[in-house]
């Protein structure tokens, strides 16, 4: 009923930029907590960014000052703004969002989490 798709992963240089989108579509009534996570070959999956729907930010220590998160909750999309890229960055990365559903008679439902199908990001140094 729910589907997050990913888009804007790519490969780039060391040093370059990509900006990561995930639109949220389906059954919803509201969006709470949007993040991306990443995951690198042989790691385990890593929270790298989350937006509350007030607009409130986390970031993980490693991508501070780098990387920017943001959603338009108009379009019921979250974004990454990725730059200085490093090749340690290089993971796929995740679209992830607690997300309460719409009921019949726009009620609310349940609040549920939902996963994107993940976006490959390549760095090369």
């Known amino acids: 009923q729910v589907q997050l798709v990913e888009s804007g992963g790519g490969l780039v240089q060391s040093g370059g930029s990509l900006r990561l989108s995930c639109v949220a579509s389906g059954s919803i009534f509201s969006i709470n907590f949007m993040g991306w996570y990443r995951q690198a070959p042989g790691k385990e999956r890593e929270l790298v960014a989350g937006i509350t729907s007030a607009g409130s930010t986390t970031y993980a220590d490693s991508v501070k000052g780098r990387f920017t998160i943001s959603r338009d909750n108009a379009k019921n999309t979250v974004y990454l703004q990725m730059n200085s890229l490093k090749p340690e960055d290089m993971a796929v990365y995740y679209c992830?969002?607690?997300?309460?559903?719409?009921?019949?008679?726009?009620?609310?439902?349940?609040?549920?989490?939902?996963w994107g199908q993940g976006t490959q990001v390549t760095v090369s140094s």
């Open positions: 992830n969002a607690w997300i309460r559903n719409l009921r019949g008679l726009g009620s609310q439902g349940t609040l549920n989490n939902y």
